[in-house]
């Protein structure tokens, strides 16, 4: 199980966060939806400390840290257990296919390299990657490449992945590979957080929704709830603008 509580970050005087709370249970697929500049982003950069929140506690399991008291060792600990699939990929351009995702067993993880290359082989399997394993990320398509970075993040074998828009850079035809992708993961019961614009993947893939605004946390519950009947009226203000864009 994950719990964030009392989350808080600003940039200089603009406040980003304000005091959020969340639990996800270990296996939960966790949709966070929200218009841009809602502190979703932010929210999850948090949680792996790729951003220092002014306050707050995340608890992974066993794992507790106050996040206004880590040390270099307790940052470690975390993001050994969490991974993040961002919005444009971050693959070392110099490196294959299977270099980029055998980087962090190697280096992060300290397995050797051939069981580290045996892992990374599987998990390219699984994304439908398996013929691009010398490929540089020049020679793929935005879908390939971020497909790459999710078998990077299974790879890791976190107790959670964390999803950063992971469809917003790509071109429209490649959107579908992509949540065909995170949907297979979802069935298998990995715990995720996923940030999205696409209504109808959260719909289809989430146990839990939440929907942000002004960096707080306005409205959260069943999928079913919160799509047919929210109970805010911004909430519904924003579902119905995303059904509108949908259907132009």
Do not use: W
């Given at each position: 199980m994950i719990e964030l509580r009392n989350i808080s970050k600003s940039f200089g005087e603009l406040e980003v966060l304000g005091d959020i709370s969340?639990?996800?249970?270990?296996?939960?697929?966790?949709?966070i939806l929200g218009p841009s500049g809602s502190g979703k982003t932010t929210l999850l950069r948090c949680l792996?400390?790729?951003?220092?929140?002014?306050?707050?506690?995340?608890?992974?399991?066993?794992?507790?840290m106050n996040y206004a008291e880590a040390d270099k060792k307790k940052i470690h600990q975390l993001r050994k257990k969490t991974a993040m699939v961002f919005q444009h990929y971050n693959l070392f351009k110099h490196k294959t296919v299977l270099e980029n995702?055998?980087?962090?067993?190697?280096?992060?993880?300290?397995?050797?390299?051939?069981?580290?290359?045996?892992?990374?082989?599987?998990?390219l399997k699984k994304v439908g990657l398996e013929e691009k394993l010398d490929f540089y990320p020049s020679q793929l398509s935005g879908?390939?490449?971020?497909?790459?970075?999710?078998a990077?993040?299974?790879?890791?074998?976190?107790?959670?992945?964390?999803?950063?828009e992971p469809t917003s850079a790509?071109?429209?035809?490649?959107?579908?590979?992509?949540?065909?992708?995170?949907?297979?993961?979802?069935?298998?019961?990995?715990?995720?957080?996923?940030?999205?614009h696409e209504i109808g993947f959260a719909r289809d893939v989430s146990n839990h929704v939440i929907f942000m605004e002004q960096g707080l946390i306005v409205e959260e519950g069943d999928p079913r709830l919160i799509f047919e009947a929210p109970k805010e009226e911004r909430t519904k203000q924003f579902l119905r603008r995303m059904s509108r864009d949908l259907v132009n």
């Amino acid at each position: 199980m994950i719990e964030l509580r009392n989350i808080s970050k600003s940039f200089g005087e603009l406040e980003v966060l304000g005091d959020i709370s969340l639990t996800v249970n270990k296996g939960e697929v966790v949709v966070i939806l929200g218009p841009s500049g809602s502190g979703k982003t932010t929210l999850l950069r948090c949680l792996n400390y790729l951003e220092k929140p002014n306050s707050g506690k995340v608890k992974i399991g066993e794992f507790e840290m106050n996040y206004a008291e880590a040390d270099k060792k307790k940052i470690h600990q975390l993001r050994k257990k969490t991974a993040m699939v961002f919005q444009h990929y971050n693959l070392f351009k110099h490196k294959t296919v299977l270099e980029n995702v055998m980087e962090g067993l190697v280096f992060v993880h300290k397995q050797p390299k051939q069981q580290a290359r045996i892992k990374s082989i599987e998990v390219l399997k699984k994304v439908g990657l398996e013929e691009k394993l010398d490929f540089y990320p020049s020679q793929l398509s935005g879908g390939q490449q971020q497909r790459v970075g999710i078998a990077r993040a299974l790879a890791l074998n976190p107790e959670v992945i964390l999803f950063d828009e992971p469809t917003s850079a790509l071109d429209p035809e490649l959107v579908g590979e992509v949540l065909e992708v995170i949907r297979t993961i979802a069935k298998e019961g990995v715990t995720m957080i996923v940030v999205t614009h696409e209504i109808g993947f959260a719909r289809d893939v989430s146990n839990h929704v939440i929907f942000m605004e002004q960096g707080l946390i306005v409205e959260e519950g069943d999928p079913r709830l919160i799509f047919e009947a929210p109970k805010e009226e911004r909430t519904k203000q924003f579902l119905r603008r995303m059904s509108r864009d949908l259907v132009n």
